[in-house]
């Protein structure tokens, strides 16, 4: 399926078909391995938790930072 082709569905159709991928995925039985440096960024950020060092904003000012 190209991307021409999605664009041509509706957007009920394109939910419903990611839906059913999500679906199918969860169902795989080989799983793909997360990056290291996932892992190095999670570290990172338990660690500023940790000491205190770590800043947080509201959902909605994430919203408004976006919006400028």
Same mark, same amino acid.
């Given at each position: ?30 799983? !793909? ?8 960024? $999670?570290? %990172?950020? /338990?660690? =500023? !938790? ?8 509201? $959902?909605? %000012?994430? /919203?408004? =930072?976006?919006?400028?």
């Amino acid at each position: 399926m190209t991307i021409a082709e999605i664009s041509k569905m509706s957007v009920i159709e394109r939910l419903q078909t990611m839906e059913a991928l999500w679906d199918s995925l969860t169902h795989e039985s080989t799983e !793909i391995e997360s990056p290291a440096w996932h892992g190095d960024i $999670l570290s %990172e950020r /338990k660690e =500023k !938790i940790k000491n205190g060092s770590a800043s947080f904003i509201s $959902l909605d %000012e994430l /919203k408004a =930072k976006n919006d400028k």
